[in-house]
């Protein structure tokens, strides 16, 4: 399984960005799949997850009505559009299957701040 995060970047309170997420390794069509993230000093935590054929989606409390998981079946591409991005939205954001998680990928650093 291989897992590459990539569109995190600085962005100010109240920007949006968008990652994506590029898997290869396993039939991705078949998976659930997930955004983690993980702030310094913090445990890694669930952000939003979505089904395999993408009509069901879950959200973390602290990021609903902000945070938008989406995928691409055909690119092998889970995304996660965020608005409204606020400080405490700064962290690491990992993709990954879900529920039985694989190997982490590297990651994509998101900072929000002025």
């Known amino acids: 399984v291989q897992l590459v995060e990539s569109g995190g970047g600085l962005v100010q309170p109240g920007g949006s960005l968008g990652l994506s997420c590029e898997a290869s390794?396993?039939?991705?069509?078949?998976?659930?799949m997930s955004w983690y993230r993980q702030a310094p000093g913090l445990e890694r935590e669930l952000v939003a997850r979505?089904?395999?054929?993408?009509?069901?989606?879950i959200y973390a409390d602290f990021v609903k009505g902000r945070f938008t998981i989406s995928r691409d079946n055909a690119k092998n591409t889970v995304y996660l559009q965020m608005n409204s991005l606020n400080v405490d939205d700064t962290a690491a954001y990992y993709c990954?299957?879900?529920?039985?998680?694989?190997?982490w990928g590297q990651g994509t650093q998101v900072t929000v701040s002025s």
């Open positions: 390794g396993f039939t991705f069509s078949r998976s659930g």
């Open positions: 990954n299957l879900y529920p039985v998680p694989a190997s």
């Open positions: 979505i089904s395999s054929a993408g009509g069901r989606t």
